[in-house]
C-alpha cells in the first residue's frame, strides 16, 4: 500500500503536464497512463469497498471469459454486484470524468459552524494563479469526489469505511457545505480535520491556514496519529499547494519539522524530494550551512533505526529505505553515518564483510572521500572486475569521483579527461560525480579554466553536470563564452544548464527571506553567515 501512494504522487506530479486524459494519453507518457490508471482504479476499490470489488472482478472475468470487452462491460457487472450490498452505484457515471478529462481536482475544505465543513472543488493547476484554458473537459472539469474524512476527535471515514459512510462531492456540483459530521469546532486551537486519509483518492486537498497549523502541530506531537501514507499525503499536498501558489511556503516547510521523529519509508521517500528541491535552491548560498545542520538533526533518529546493515528479515521496502536514509545522512555528513560508513568500508577491503546492494554506492563513495588514494586504489581495482553487474560497476564508477583532496582531483582530471581513456564509461561516471561534489567542483572548474588545451576533449560529461558546478551570473558568463561555439547536443547541454543556473537563484531570491526565517525559528541562525 505504501509504495502505490508513492504511485499515486509521481501521477500527480506529471500529470499536471500531460495535455490529454488517461484514456487518450500517448504512448511516450505510458508511465504516467499506467500510474494515473492504477490510482484511479484504487479509488473505486476503495470507494465499493475489497469484497465487492474483487467479487465482482471474479465475476467479469468468468462471464467473459474468451471474449472481447469493453470497459462498460466491466461497469456492468460492479454495479450488479454494488446493487446485491443494497448500494446504488453508477460505476460509468463516477469513473467517466476521471478517465476522459484531463489532471485532477483540488478539494479546499473550510471548518464553518461546529460539524460544519464547506468544500469546494476545481481543476489542480500547475500554477493556481493562472486561468488559462486546460483543453478538453466533457464535465467542465468537475469530477464525482468520495472523500473520507478523520479528525482529531473521531475517525469520520477510514479507507475501510462502509460505501454509506462517504461523503460525495457530486460533478454537479462546484461546492457544498457537509454538516452534522463528528469534528472539532472550529475555535478549537489543537482541533483537525484531514480528508482523504490514506490518499484513497486522486485529488489533492488544501485547508484553512488554522486547520493547517492544528495537523502541523498533531504531527510534532504524536504523527503516528496519522498512518505513515497519510504523513506522506500531508507533506506532498502542501508543496505541491506551495508550488502552485496556493500556500504559504511556511506551512510547506513547516512539515519537515517533525521528521526528527520520523522513521518509516514512504514520508521519508516524500520528504526527500522535496529536500532535493530544497537542496539544489541553497546550495551555495549563506544559509546552506545552516540548512545542512538542521537536516542533520531530521535524519539522525532515521539512520539511527535504519542503520548500515542488512537483516534476514528485511524486505525490499527496508531495503530502499536503508539506501535513502544512508546516502542523504552522509550528504549531510552526520558524524555517526560517516563513522559507520568508514568502519564498513574498512572491513570491505579486509575482505571481512561483503557491502549489501542497498548502501554500497554510499559506501564505496565515502570509503574513497575519507580514504585517499589507498582506498581509491582499492576501489579501483575492483570496478576492473569484468564479471560484475553493470550496476554494481556504475557504483565503483562513481564512487571514484568522490576524491576530496585537491592533488587527487587535479590527477583524476589529468587521466580521465583526455581523448583515448580506454573506459568511457567510467570516465563518464567519474566526471558525473566530480561535477556534483561540494569538495571537488571548484577544483574541476578551476582546472579547465587553467588548461584551455581541454577545450578540445569532449566535455559533454562536464557540461551535463555544469548546474551544479556554481551558481552566479560570472560563471554563467564564463561557462557560456566558453562553449560558445558548441553545436547539437553541446549546445543544448549549455543553454539547459544556463536556464536551471538561473532558475535555481531566482527561486532562492523569492525563498530567501522565508528560508532565513524558518532556520532561525528552528535554531540555527548561528549557523547563517
Partial sequence: MEMFVAEVHNSMKTDVDIARPVSITPDSHEQTTRQKGGSIFRMLFCTLGEEATLKGLNMFLQRHQYGSVTFTDLWTVLDEVASEQNVTMDTESFLDPWLTQEHFPLVTVQRSRSGSVHVKQELFRKDMSSQTDSGYAPYGHMWDIPMMIMSSVKTVSSTTSQYSDILWLRKSQSEVT????????????????????????????????RNWQALLEQLKRDHTVFSAQSRSQIINDAFALYKSRTLDVK????????????????????????????????????????FEHYMKDRLNAAFQHCGLWASTDDVPMDMQHRKQIAEWACRYRLQACLDAASVVFTEWTEGKRTLSADVRSTMYCYGVMNGGQNAWDVVYNASLNTSLPSRHKKSLDRALGCASDPSMIERLLERFLPPGTPDLGQRDAILYTLTRSHRARDAVWTYIQEHPDTHEYNLRPILAGAEYLHKSEVFIQQLSGMFRNATDGDAALRDTAVRSIRSKMAAFRELESDLEVWLTEAGYASHIS
Fill in 178 to 209: 457537509f454538516r452534522n459530521l463528528s469534528i472539532p469546532d472550529e475555535t478549537d486551537p489543537n482541533g483537525w480535520i484531514l480528508v482523504n486519509p490514506d490518499v484513497i483518492g486522486y485529488y489533492r486537498v488544501n485547508y484553512d491556514d
Fill in 251 to 290: 506551512i510547506a516547510l513547516g512539515t519537515l519539522v517533525y521528521l526528527q521523529d520520523e522513521l518509516d519509508y514512504l514520508p521519508w521517500l516524500t520528504a526527500l524530494r522535496e529536500i532535493m528541491e530544497l537542496d539544489d535552491i541553497l546550495d551555495q548560498t549563506r544559509l546552506y550551512d545552516a
